[in-house]
Each structure stands twice: as structure tokens, then as C-alpha cells.
């Protein structure tokens, strides 16, 4: 594959840091991509000259003067950042010069740029935001995670459609199962929107297996749950802080005094291979779905580790057609829909 | 105290053989408490003989000839099983021969019945379901857990007050501070219905701090968090979801060859702390909240010390007043409304 992924370097909480090093182990990593780091130029080229020599035209600098700020309201970094980092980099997917945006910025405002710069893509009324986690046999991928507060069924419907196509190009499988996020797995269950959305997606020519509950989403039940952005973000943040406090709670056990430390020294690979297996730094990367362009958001606070999954995740969606296989999905339901 | 509790023996995945014990450990441990076992007099009387000589009138047998399916209609366990153990119990309550009502039986049928034989309370349009869950530094309270699946701001209002009076009853916490599970802790996030009922909740006389994002429950940020049960119900199943598949993980990568077993061995008193310090059979025992009467749903699937706790959940709630709190506090909040 060769694909083009422009990196807003500035965004999240550390910005070049942590972003640069991340490209550069990711242009190590696949031979054939490009990056186009974007941000202040008086920041950036200084950090790029010790590697121009090892990636050459592969890696290209874009310089944007101003940076969205983590808590600036989406709409006025749209309004009067036009030459924001992340601005730029969207533009850049807009313009074909590049197959993908990252970013670790603020939410919000990467939505709000990504939707104006890009537009939707027909038959999406509103972008959506899905993140993969991990299950007892794989990965589930869910949306919406916060984008969408007050949904339709139809909203629900368009974001098991992105969902199953994310799952079908980044993980190569042919007809991805979709479970909708419920309180019960019987039909009847609910509330009035969810029912609707049920029965939507039962005949929407999805490989659409029904309600599923909470609990199935880490028991790798389906390869999509699809919710809306309230409950995804409180089951997505609610997720994170049983995580937390888990850890917190083994960590605390095992400092206890000076055996429970030995116990830890003695018990610490099968520890380590535990903590590698759940490390959330591995699923970095939430995509906006619907867009005439990929982007992917990273998480404000990841690490340079986290941050090159991100730009992996772009560059994977991007070389395997992710935003065709949503139009071509779009487009066969439409024709259905007339017939 | 001096309480008598009510208790389905026939619900649950187990019946008798786990609900019995329970009742034993739970008579031996509260020395004044008194228990009204319910159900088939010939399954139950026999079990009872051999320890008829230690609790004397302490333990009494209430003979109920029907049994609630796990799976039955709520409707049809209403209407048609007028004998249920289940309804025998909360018909105990009504009666006020027993001050509390706990059984392990199907959610909807004992919220049903509950909500016919007892009523709600003034000024209570909906019951809800409040659990306890575990924090970092303590304990947090989430209702509603699925009672209620499309709520009103008036609706998280109640559930907030309830909430309250529930942590002051049973925490004896003075003024519980309340927040309103959102998707950012701004107050101009989250949908309709959630704004709305920030605004009610702020002006409540209520010690409300404002919106929490899911990942606050196991922070401990608040005593009470309040949600529709929608939302509730899906972070709690995916908080049992997540917490499963990591203990799973933890389980595999200790057993994974001779030398973590090993590991395991050495490391067994320190995991053991960890596992009793997030143990959910502590934790077991929701209270159906607003009825004019205390009832708690047990796990389904409790065992003999989780069932236990359930029991004593609902005769510590009886014991300290927790009808009364909300009434009263109901009370108030419509005398200002008047005023």
C-alpha cells in the first residue's frame, strides 16, 4: 500500500513530543506509507532534520500557524482557526493530497472541522465515532461514542451500516455481525427508538443478529454494537474507570508491605503479558465514520506508542477503501429502498 | 433494632438450597432481626426442622403454594399467581407483618407485583432500581438500573431525591452529594431530557455537584449518580462484561504453564485481597426505590453469602428509616413548590 496520512502534530496533551515520534515509528513500520506532519514549522523542522535524511519525500512538513486549543468551542476554532493544524490536515484529505487525517485534539472541534471541510457522505445524516475494544475472543467495535446525543432509528440504522463496512475493510471480514446496545436481548425490549432501530436493521441486509446486552460487548458477542452517543460515551468512560480502579486496586495489593512486593517480583511476566493483553494504548484510535474522508481521532493523552496505532489505524481504513465500501453500501440501499 | 424480614425462598437460579443458608448466616449475624421464610411448605419445612430449636420465632414459615418463573411475563406472574412466594412476600410487607421484602426472582415480575400490592409513594411517579457499587475510595449508588427506560426530567428528579435518602438511611450520610451521569461534566452537554433535569436537580435542595461522566462511579466522585435506566442498565452489564473478561485474562495468563502456576501459588495471598476487595457478592442487593414499602432484588444468580447480603441490605434500610426519608423528604419538596 502506498497512502498519504496527513498528522495534525500539534493536538492533544503533549503535541510533537509525543506526535512526531509516533510518525516516524510508523513510517519505520510500513515501507510504503507517507506522512505530511502539520503544525508550526519553527516547532517542526527543527525535530525533522535529524531524520530527513532516513525517510526522504516520504515524509513532508505542512505548516500551519495557529493550534486548536484542548477546551476551545468546536465552533470557534472552525470559524477562526482557519489555519489551525487541524484545519490543515483535514484540508489536506479534502484536497486528495492525503488518503487520512489524525489527530489528537479535542473532539469536538476535529468533528466540527471534519464535517464542514468534508461533508458527509450521501445517505449519512450525521457523522458518527466508533472505537474498537478488546473481548474475550477478539475485538468489538462500537458506535456512536458521544457524537450523537438525541438519535433517530434511521441515525441508528446509517451508523450499524458505517460500523459493519469499518469492520469489513480494517479487519477483513466479509459480512461483520451488528448486535444493537439494549437492556434485554428479547425484540420487545427498550425504549421507543431502540425497538424502531431493531427493526430497521432486521431488514436493513446487514448480518444483523439482534439486541445484545452491556456485558456482550467484551464477550465478543458481535463485531459491531451499535448505540447512540450518550449511552456509548457513558458505557465507553464507565468502561475506563472499572479499568482504573482495578488496577489501582492490584497494584495496591501487591505494595502492600515487603512480601506482597516479592509475591509481585515473582508473579511480574505473568503480570506484564496480562497488562500488554488489556493495554488500552493498543486500541487507540477512534474513527468519524460518514465522512468523504477518513479521520481518525487519537486520545488527548496518548503516548507515542498510542499515538502511531492511530496513524496505523488511518492509514489501514484509507488503503482498503473504507469510504467507498460505505458509499457502495449507501448507494445498494437506496436502489433497494426505490425498488 | 428489631426488624422482620420477608423472604422469597423459591426465586433465584437456586432456590431454597441457597436462599435457606442465607437466611441462617443472616438470623445468626443480626441477633434481634427476625425472618418470614416464603414458599412450598413441603420443600421448605423440612429444611427448617433441624434448626427450628436455634432461632425459635425468629424464623417463621409463610406458606406460598406458587412459584414466579425466572423467564415468566410480569403480567402473567401478576395476574395469575396470586401465591406466589414472591407476591406472598411483598404481600407480608403491605400487611406490615414484615418491614422489608428480598427476593432472587425475575426483576420485571417482582417490580410488577411490588408496584401493585404496595403503590408509590406521593409525589413518586416511577420506581426505580439503585445498586451499590464499588469506588476507590468507598462506595457509589447508580439508579435507575432498568425500571424506567424513557424518563422525563421530572422522573431523574425523583431518582436523585430517592437516591439520596437511600445513602442517608443506609450510609448514614447526612447530605449525600448527587451527580447526574452526562457525557462531559459542562452543563450545556448531554441531550434534552439530561439538561433539563440538571436544572431541576440544581434548584432541588439536594447537595447536587453537578454532572459526572461515566468513569466518575468507580472514581467515587459522588454518593448517588443518577441516569435513566437505559443508560444504567447498560453501564452496570458492561461493567460486569469488562470485569469478567479481565478476571479471565488475569486466570489465563496465571495458568498458562507450570511456571505461572507457579507464579500463581506464590502470589495467592496478594490476588486473594484483590479478589475479595471487588468481590459483586458484597455488593448484591438492589433496592426498588418510591414504593411505600422496602423491597430488594437479589442477584439471580447470588449465592448463599451474596443472598445474604441482600437480606441484610433490606432490614438495614427498614431499620433506618428509609420509607420515611423519602416521604418526608417528598413532603418538603412540595410544601416549597406550594410555597
Known amino acids: 500500500m502506498s497512502v498519504t496520512v496527513a498528522v495534525d502534530c500539534m493536538g492533544g496533551d503533549h503535541g510533537p513530543v509525543v506526535t512526531l515520534p509516533a510518525v516516524f515509528a510508523f513510517l519505520r513500520s510500513h515501507a510504503d506509507a507517507r506522512a505530511i506532519v502539520v503544525g508550526r514549522e ?31 468551542a468546536p465552533a470557534n476554532a472552525m470559524r477562526s482557526k482557519k ?90 471480514i466479509d ?19 431502540v425497538k424502531q432501530a431493531g427493526e430497521l436493521l432486521r431488514t436493513s441486509g446487514l448480518n444483523f443478529t439482534g439486541n445484545v446486552e452491556g456485558d456482550q460487548i467484551y464477550k465478543g458477542a458481535v463485531d459491531v454494537v451499535v448505540c447512540d452517543g450518550f449511552v456509548g ?23 502492600r508491605n515487603w512480601l506482597t512486593k516479592l509475591m509481585a517480583v515473582v508473579a511480574l511476566p505473568a503480570l506484564k503479558r496480562f497488562k500488554k493483553r488489556v493495554d488500552h494504548r493498543r486500541y487507540n484510535g477512534a474513527s ?35 469510504i467507498e465500501r460505505i458509499e457502495e453500501r449507501m448507494a445498494t440501499m437506496n436502489q433497494e429502498a426505490a425498488a
Open 42 to 72: 519553527e516547532v517542526l523542522a527543527p525535530l525533522l532534520t535529524p531524520v530527513a535524511g532516513e525517510f526522504g519525500d516520504r515524509l513532508v512538513l505542512q505548516a500551519a500557524t495557529e493550534v486548536v486549543g484542548m477546551d476551545e
Open 83 to 172: 489555519d489551525s493544524s487541524m484545519r490543515v490536515a483535514v484540508d489536506l484529505v479534502k484536497s486528495g493530497v492525503a488518503a487520512a487525517a489524525v489527530s489528537a485534539g479535542n473532539t469536538g472541534a476535529l468533528m466540527a472541522i471534519s464535517r464542514f471541510v468534508l461533508k458527509t457522505l450521501p445517505g449519512i445524516d450525521r457523522p458518527a465515532i466508533a472505537t474498537v475494544l478488546p473481548s474475550r475472543n477478539g475485538r468489538t467495535y462500537v458506535l456512536d461514542l458521544g457524537a450523537n446525543v438525541d438519535c433517530t432509528p434511521e441515525h441508528l440504522l446509517q451508523f450499524g451500516i458505517m460500523g459493519a463496512m469499518l469492520v469489513s475493510a480494517v479487519e477483513h
Open 233 to 255: 460515551n457513558v458505557a465507553l468512560k464507565t468502561s475506563e474507570g472499572l479499568a482504573q480502579m482495578l488496577a489501582t486496586f492490584l497494584r495496591e495489593e501487591f505494595s
Open 175 to 193: 459480512r461483520p455481525t451488528v448486535g444493537l446496545l439494549n437492556i434485554g436481548e428479547e425484540a420487545i425490549k427498550g425504549n421507543e427508538v
Open 288 to 322: 468519524l465514520l460518514g465522512l468523504r474522508g477518513v479521520v481518525v481521532k487519537s486520545h488527548g493523552s496518548a503516548d507515542a506508542f498510542a499515538f502511531e496505532q492511530a496513524i496505523a489505524r488511518a492509514a489501514d481504513a484509507a488503503s482498503n477503501r473504507l
